[in-house]
């Protein structure tokens, strides 16, 4: 696990108010940060972030210019920083995109080459955005993957679960955080 990089995407206050369901998401998901930590792992928080005046967004992008619509990801904005309940520690990597996977505009890749990471786990919000778009880049990168199932949330449930059941298992490892945890730490 060495050259592992545990993925905590897009947990920004407002991804969160508008996603969280009530089932415990965010302390599911500090177990994992905890648990990379106590194992070594590094862990890198990825945030999507527009400057001011958004000039990264075309017109042409209908998701980010509903984001721009919306109001969200401006960044130095309260929404757009990361969720206290998981904030970043001494030692943790934030990295800056611009798009919807962790690798668009952003230097993520440089990040994980200068660390020699050769395998991720993802987890995030939203599964059928971040973490899916992220997980096909990795692919193409050539990372092994672990998806954390349940430290991934979607606001469609069923959408949700058909990825993590039905479409992740092609490509990656697809555990649950306790599962995870007992694989990197075994008691």
């Known amino acids: 696990m060495a050259n592992s990089a545990l993925l ?11 996603a969280d369901d009530g089932s415990g998401y965010l302390s599911r998901l500090r177990r994992a940060i905890d ?12 945030v999507l972030g527009l ?6 967004v075309s017109p042409r992008n209908k998701v980010m210019t509903n984001v721009v619509r919306a109001g969200l990801f401006t960044e130095g904005a309260p929404g757009t920083a990361i969720h206290d309940d998981v904030a970043p520690q001494q030692g943790d990597v934030v ?4 798009r919807g996977s962790a690798f668009s505009g952003s230097d993520l890749e440089l990040v994980l080459r200068a660390r020699d990471v050769d395998s991720l786990v993802l987890t995030g919000i939203a ?13 193409d990168l050539d990372f092994g993957l672990t998806v954390l199932a349940d430290a991934c949330l979607d606001t469609d449930p069923e959408v949700h679960r058909m990825l993590v059941e039905k479409l992740f298992p092609q ?6 955080v306790e599962d995870w945890l007992e ?3 075994p008691r």
């Not at 400057?51 to 990264?56: L, M």
């Not at 599964?127 to 692919?139: N, P």
């Not at 490509?171 to 649950?176: C, G, M, N, Q, R």
């Open 8 to 18: 905590v995407m897009d947990v920004q206050r407002d991804v969160v108010a508008l």
């Open 35 to 46: 648990g990379a930590r106590a194992a070594g792992i590094t862990v890198i928080y990825v």
């Open 51 to 56: 400057r001011p005046g958004d000039p990264e």
């Open 95 to 98: 990295v800056t995109k611009r």
């Open 127 to 139: 599964t059928s955005a971040v973490v899916l778009s992220t997980l096909w880049r990795a692919i």
């Open 171 to 176: 490509w990656a490892d697809v555990l649950t």
């Open 183 to 185: 694989a990197v730490a």
